[in-house]
């Protein structure tokens, strides 16, 4: 164990300092460094232990508990830091880096740089619109922009007047962003300090055409939902245009981007990644889990592989493994000992030959004519359907009944009486002849 002090601890260092010392005793492979630096004029404690491995990360933990007080443990690389969390410095609300002015560089730039990009065809009638408005707005930083409509190709060029030496590549970036479909009021945000662009290219990632088309359609969305979520939950202007997706914003948004893009094109869907942004976000609302890991609140979503893998229409089976090698196979000078053709003359071995060749072509010819021959063979006609007889009614229709129906309902007038009795009919004339006849009878 090895300790370095190089100036005289607080009260509270010197109990950790000894905390660690018996817990370091314990375990044994841990080396502690101890580190006195001065910075702002304050006093910071950093206490590193490094580990031969990452086999003792238990045991750094258990240091850590057994040190008193508000302190926190970081890890960079194989190093723990123990750090207290009240001397932290922490960036105010609202801070912004002083801008870059003539005062920072009087002398101006020693050479000239230039930067140029080509652009589509489509683009031309846009860019010429816009034109006056990017040599104004380079104008102000003194860059030089030229437009060649015959070669379709914007340039970019520092002037003895320009002091940022940065200027030229936000510049550069501009002309990008402008080629790649981004409307000027978006682009021109890209020559303010806190903004930065990221041109993703997407075109290569996937082979088919299809799938290319629909993961792209997949990152846009339905009406444009999805990039409209990604644009707020990361502060960052999207593009997608062909082959590429363009980013502007700060750079955390433009990392965050950057990740969804690439996870839809290799087929993960970008709202587990807006999930994701989304608890981030309220996670970072909370002030007590600044220093801790955000690991235990995010969602972990794991690859269902649903459908079924494709089984091969050929089988192999495996033999039964068998120490003996497999038999020789004959060879023809056996095969020809083994039915006797070889103690038979050359004449009568052609003429056996001759003979195989020319049943082989008869056999062959027959096959031949037969499916020339098929050609002239008539089709089996279809048998005509016989017409199944009708099935015979339960009983006859009364025909007569029928007429004095029609004969009553053309006498009729629609809402009034029938203007001539309907005569008596034949059943009830007949009827009454009968009941006659029995009176008759009887008398």
């Known amino acids: 164990m ?5 100036s005289d601890p607080s009260p509270v260092k010197k109990s950790i300092v000894s905390q660690l010392y018996t817990a370091a005793a314990r375990h044994a492979g841990l080396t502690v460094l101890l580190a006195w630096r001065l910075s702002h004029c304050k006093q910071i404690g950093l206490l590193a232990i490094t580990l031969p491995g990452f086999r003792h990360v238990s045991k750094v933990c258990r240091l850590s508990r057994l040190i008193q007080g508000n302190t926190s443990m970081m890890r960079i690389s194989n190093f723990y830091y123990f750090v207290d969390e009240s001397e932290l410095l922490t960036v105010p609300d609202g801070w912004k880096e002083p801008p870059f002015t003539k005062e920072d560089n009087p002398r101006g730039l020693l050479e000239e740089s230039s930067f140029a990009t080509l652009f589509p065809k489509y683009r031309e009638a846009y860019l010429k619109e816009c034109w006056p408005l990017v040599e104004k707005a380079l104008g102000e930083v003194h860059i030089k922009p030229s437009l060649d409509l015959i070669e379709g190709s914007m340039t970019v060029c520092t002037t003895k007047k320009t002091f940022d030496p940065y200027a ?10 402008l080629a790649r479909s981004v409307p000027f009021e978006q682009a021109v945000r890209i020559l303010q300090d806190d903004t930065a662009c990221d041109i993703i290219k997407i075109g290569t990632m996937v082979r088919s055409r299809e799938r290319f088309v629909k993961r792209r359609q997949r990152l846009i969305g339905p009406k444009g939902s999805t990039l409209k979520a990604l644009e707020l939950l990361t502060n960052c202007y999207v593009m997608v245009q062909g082959n590429t997706v363009s980013a502007l914003g700060p750079y955390s948004g433009l990392k965050e981007v950057r990740k969804v893009v690439l996870d839809t094109m290799k087929n993960i869907h970008p709202i587990y990644n807006i999930k994701t942004l989304m608890i981030k976000r309220e996670l970072s609302k909370d002030p007590e889990l600044r220093m801790q890991n955000w690991e235990r609140f995010l969602p972990k ?12 229409k050929k089988k192999s089976v495996k033999k039964e493994y068998t120490p003996f090698p497999p038999p020789q196979p004959e060879s023809k000078v056996d095969q020809e000992l083994a039915t006797g053709e070889f103690f038979l003359r050359e004449s009568v071995k052609k003429r056996k030959k001759m003979e195989e060749i020319k049943v082989k072509q008869a056999t062959a010819l027959t096959k031949k004519q037969e499916e020339r021959n098929k050609a002239f063979i008539p089709p089996k006609e279809k048998p005509l359907m016989k017409k199944t007889a009708k099935a015979p009614t339960e009983g006859k229709l009364d025909i007569e009944a029928i007429k004095d129906k ?5 006498t009729k007038k629609l809402g009034a009486p029938p203007l001539n009795p309907a005569p008596p009919t034949s059943s009830a004339t007949d009827k009454k002849k009968k009941k006659s006849n029995k009176a008759k009878s009887k008398g």
């Open 2 to 6: 090895r300790l370095s002090d190089s």
């Open 168 to 177: 030229i590549v936000r510049a550069r970036d501009l002309i990008k962003l």
């Open 301 to 312: 979503f794991r690859h269902k592989n649903l459908a079924k893998r494709k089984e091969p």
């Open 406 to 410: 029609v004969k009553k309902a053309k």
